[in-house]
């Protein structure tokens, strides 16, 4: 891992790090990157998206991805107790798959749509683009119910760099140091972060985590543009809990190590015509050692080591049509490949076992997509259609519509069709559980409808969105396959969500206040292979770990060089499975109410080219005692108190 951060730091700093989107979005407020094919006004998009500032996110102590994307409306975190441990996303009542992960146009989903927010933090970003809604039209597999775009910061400007170290609660240590700059020619960003702590349990409980991430650009005078991007993360947890919560383990943990790349090539061809070539990889080498807590530990099976290894590499090619002030037509192909490697040793007192694996797949893909004004409507349009050398042909489509009928009013409305391809153990798997080669992809059906309006110089937003969302093709293990010597997965099982997102908020510039509801209703309406007491898909019943109402509350306020925030979210009542024992029995978790609350203090004024800052936050302030996944105590109330140092040319 050293060795990989090392050379990617040092050709950074020799030949200066490139970008992997358009440079344009990172610097005009109001644009987005993930719901067009080409930049477009967060106006005249007829989804809800939301936008969470990087600066903002920073300003408020949150250092956490996870804990920037529990405060958005439609996403319900589930994460299994301390910082480190796995954390799950629920996006508007879909499966914890079901949402397509950016990280500077990367996929960084494992094939098959998992993905763990534990690892993610906010030092180096931009912006999050939250974009509600199916978007496989455009972004292909796993963007079933909406995608996350995390943007980091882009150079430009006279040289900058800064430094930043923050201790807390439970043995925190942070310590992160960044670099940017950019001219006519040249830009570049680079940024090294460690995060390390001690945990909230009694013994083996420590997380660390370590990211270099950096990009930039190159601009050349026949107007083409040349980027790279590179993220490098090495994360370590160690956990003592067994799958029900129960604290027993005193060397176990889970190791991830993740790289993604990608070098992109844009050219202006005309005044109408604009060519991106977009080539990416994204590998994530994880799994769990579990070795013998002492020489005494010989009795069942004792020991457990594996090793997953995935690789997602493709290319993006796409040609863009101005065909006039009003209308912007693309079409695109994209070619990718999946593989994956795998090892396990068991040890018992039975002797060892081994076991080994390696499958790989490929996609090819075309799409198109339209947007154009219409009057007073902006409407996008789009359709993509897969071919997968395993599961066949599939098509997707898209559209939304945007209209304004006065300056403070917006009426939007959007459609599609979103698509989840099997993950490779449901298709391959050997052995006592055998994969299915036959399964098709997951889909999704989903409509929404929204209102914004704006009162008072646009200091007074109102918002609104009523959303339905049916789930269907949903893939299942059975113990007892339906034939003899059959697989244990298909496509059997069905569901569908509704909800509402209200939110109104205040910013005058000085002081800023937003609160937002959001209510879901899930049921399940094809339980597929589950029945039984232990059942996780009951027909007619919610779907696990999504609270029907959950509320957050910001406020936030700045005067001079200091600043202050206080956050609430609130989360009703969710169902969950005891999983103690065999068969799991329903559970309910309680509602349950967190305050964090923080202040800054600017110690330069603020033109000075220099400089430095303070900041405590205490998090869980009143020491709410809860569990977002029954079994695993969330941490309690925690303080932070640390510095940022800042430089920047003349």
């Given at each position: 891992?050293r060795?990989?951060?090392?050379?990617?730091?040092?050709s950074?700093?020799?030949?200066?790090p490139?970008?992997?989107q358009?440079?344009?979005?990172?610097?005009?407020?109001?644009?987005?990157?993930?719901?067009?094919p080409?930049?477009?006004s967060a106006?005249?998009?007829?989804n809800h998206?939301?936008?969470?500032?990087?600066?903002?996110l920073?300003a408020?102590?949150?250092?956490?991805?996870?804990?920037?994307?529990?405060?958005?409306?439609?996403?319900?975190?589930?994460?299994?107790?301390?910082?480190g441990?796995v954390a799950?996303?629920?996006?508007?009542?879909?499966?914890?798959d079901?949402?397509?992960?950016?990280v500077?146009?990367?996929?960084?989903?494992?094939p098959?749509?998992a993905f763990?927010?534990?690892?993610?933090?906010?030092?180096?970003?931009?912006?999050i683009e939250v974009v509600?809604?199916?978007?496989?039209?455009?972004?292909?597999?796993?963007?079933?119910?909406g995608?996350?775009h995390i943007?980091?910061?882009?150079?430009?400007g006279?040289?900058?760099a800064?430094?930043l170290?923050r201790g807390?609660?439970?043995?925190?240590?942070d310590?992160?140091?960044?670099?940017s700059?950019?001219?006519?020619?040249?830009?570049f960003a680079?940024?090294?972060?460690?995060?390390?702590?001690?945990?909230?349990?009694?013994?083996?409980?420590?997380?660390r985590?370590?990211?270099?991430?950096?990009?930039?650009q190159?601009r050349?005078e026949?107007?083409g543009?040349?980027?790279?991007?590179?993220?490098?993360?090495?994360?370590?947890y160690?956990?003592?809990?067994?799958?029900d919560?129960?604290?027993?383990?005193?060397?176990?943990?889970?190791f991830?190590?993740?790289?993604?790349?990608?070098?992109?090539?844009a050219r202006?061809?005309g005044a109408?015509?604009?060519?991106?070539a977009?080539?990416s990889?994204?590998?994530?080498d994880?799994?769990?050692?579990?070795?013998?807590?002492?020489?005494?530990?010989?009795?069942g099976f004792?020991?457990?080591?594996?090793?997953?290894?995935?690789?997602?590499?493709?290319?993006d090619v796409?040609?863009?049509?101005?065909?006039?002030d009003r209308?912007?037509w693309?079409?695109g192909?994209?070619?990718?490949r999946?593989?994956?490697?795998?090892f396990?040793?068991?040890e018992?007192?039975?002797?060892p076992?081994?076991g080994?694996?390696?499958n790989?797949?490929?996609?090819?893909?075309a799409y198109?997509?339209?947007?154009t004004?219409?009057?007073?409507v902006?409407?996008?349009?789009?359709a993509?259609?897969e071919?997968?050398e395993r599961?066949?042909?599939?098509?997707?489509?898209?559209?939304?519509?945007?209209?304004?009928?006065?300056p403070?009013?917006r009426?939007?409305?959007?459609?599609?069709?979103?698509?989840?391809?099997?993950?490779?153990f449901?298709?391959?798997?050997?052995?006592?559980?055998?994969?299915?080669?036959d399964?098709?992809?997951?889909?999704?059906t989903s409509?929404?409808?929204?209102?914004?309006?704006?009162f008072?110089?646009?200091?007074?937003?109102?918002?609104?969105?009523?959303f339905?969302q049916?789930?269907?093709?949903?893939?299942?293990?059975?113990?007892?396959p339906?034939t003899?010597?059959g697989?244990?997965?298909?496509?059997?099982?069905?569901?569908?969500?509704?909800?509402l997102?209200?939110g109104a908020g205040?910013?005058?510039?000085?002081?800023?206040a937003?609160?937002?509801?959001t209510?879901l209703?899930?049921?399940?309406?094809d339980a597929?292979?589950?029945?039984?007491?232990?059942?996780?898909f009951?027909?007619?019943e919610?779907?696990?770990?999504?609270?029907?109402?959950?509320?957050?509350v910001?406020?936030?306020?700045r005067?001079?060089?200091?600043?202050?925030?206080?956050?609430l979210?609130?989360?009703?009542?969710?169902?969950?499975?005891?999983?103690?024992?065999?068969?799991?029995?329903?559970?309910?978790?309680?509602?349950w109410?967190?305050v964090a609350?923080?202040v800054?203090?600017?110690?330069?004024?603020?033109?000075?080219?220099?400089?430095?800052?303070l900041?405590?936050?205490?998090t869980?302030a009143f020491?709410?005692r809860y569990?977002q996944?029954?079994g695993?105590?969330?941490?309690g109330?925690?303080?932070?108190l640390?510095?940022?140092?800042?430089?920047?040319?003349r």
């Amino acid at each position: 891992m050293r060795r990989t951060v090392g050379s990617v730091l040092l050709s950074f700093l020799v030949c200066g790090p490139l970008q992997a989107q358009e440079p344009e979005p990172y610097t005009l407020e109001g644009f987005v990157i993930t719901a067009s094919p080409f930049p477009v006004s967060a106006t005249t998009v007829g989804n809800h998206v939301t936008v969470l500032g990087g600066d903002d996110l920073r300003a408020r102590g949150i250092t956490r991805v996870v804990d920037a994307l529990d405060a958005v409306p439609g996403i319900t975190i589930a994460q299994n107790g301390p910082e480190g441990s796995v954390a799950s996303l629920f996006f508007r009542g879909g499966e914890s798959d079901h949402t397509l992960v950016l990280v500077d146009g990367v996929q960084v989903n494992q094939p098959g749509g998992a993905f763990d927010f534990a690892g993610l933090t906010v030092e180096a970003i931009e912006r999050i683009e939250v974009v509600r809604g199916p978007a496989s039209a455009l972004h292909g597999s796993d963007a079933v119910a909406g995608v996350i775009h995390i943007v980091t910061r882009a150079g430009r400007g006279e040289p900058r760099a800064g430094v930043l170290l923050r201790g807390g609660s439970w043995g925190r240590r942070d310590g992160t140091v960044h670099l940017s700059g950019g001219g006519e020619r040249a830009s570049f960003a680079a940024s090294l972060a460690r995060y390390d702590t001690d945990g909230i349990l009694p013994f083996n409980n420590r997380h660390r985590n370590t990211v270099f991430q950096g990009h930039g650009q190159l601009r050349f005078e026949d107007g083409g543009r040349l980027d790279v991007s590179a993220r490098v993360g090495e994360r370590r947890y160690h956990f003592p809990t067994a799958s029900d919560g129960s604290v027993m383990d005193r060397n176990q943990y889970t190791f991830a190590d993740e790289t993604a790349l990608s070098l992109t090539w844009a050219r202006s061809l005309g005044a109408r015509v604009d060519l991106r070539a977009v080539a990416s990889t994204f590998t994530t080498d994880g799994g769990t050692d579990d070795k013998a807590d002492s020489a005494a530990d010989s009795v069942g099976f004792y020991a457990f080591q594996s090793l997953d290894s995935y690789r997602r590499s493709a290319l993006d090619v796409r040609v863009g049509w101005r065909a006039s002030d009003r209308m912007r037509w693309t079409l695109g192909a994209e070619l990718e490949r999946q593989g994956v490697r795998s090892f396990t040793l068991s040890e018992s007192e039975f002797g060892p076992s081994t076991g080994r694996d390696a499958n790989a797949r490929s996609n090819r893909a075309a799409y198109t997509h339209l947007g154009t004004q219409l009057g007073p409507v902006h409407v996008n349009l789009g359709a993509r259609h897969e071919d997968n050398e395993r599961y066949g042909g599939f098509s997707t489509w898209q559209g939304s519509a945007s209209w304004s009928p006065a300056p403070s009013t917006r009426l939007r409305a959007a459609v599609g069709r979103g698509i989840k391809e099997p993950t490779f153990f449901e298709t391959f798997a050997t052995g006592f559980t055998r994969g299915n080669p036959d399964l098709s992809p997951e889909r999704s059906t989903s409509w929404e409808l929204g209102l914004e309006r704006s009162f008072l110089g646009e200091r007074f937003q109102l918002q609104g969105t009523a959303f339905r969302q049916s789930f269907r093709d949903l893939i299942q293990y059975t113990f007892v396959p339906t034939t003899p010597g059959g697989p244990n997965y298909d496509n059997v099982a069905a569901a569908r969500s509704d909800g509402l997102e209200v939110g109104a908020g205040w910013d005058d510039g000085t002081l800023r206040a937003r609160i937002d509801w959001t209510h879901l209703w899930t049921e399940v309406t094809d339980a597929g292979f589950d029945e039984g007491v232990g059942a996780t898909f009951v027909e007619g019943e919610a779907l696990l770990r999504r609270p029907a109402d959950q509320v957050r509350v910001d406020l936030g306020a700045r005067q001079g060089r200091a600043g202050a925030h206080l956050g609430l979210v609130y989360s009703g009542e969710r169902a969950d499975r005891d999983f103690t024992a065999f068969p799991a029995a329903p559970v309910t978790l309680r509602a349950w109410t967190t305050v964090a609350a923080g202040v800054d203090v600017r110690v330069a004024a603020e033109e000075s080219p220099h400089q430095a800052e303070l900041f405590v936050r205490v998090t869980n302030a009143f020491d709410a005692r809860y569990q977002q996944v029954f079994g695993f105590d969330a941490p309690g109330r925690g303080v932070e108190l640390g510095g940022r140092l800042s430089w920047r040319g003349r």
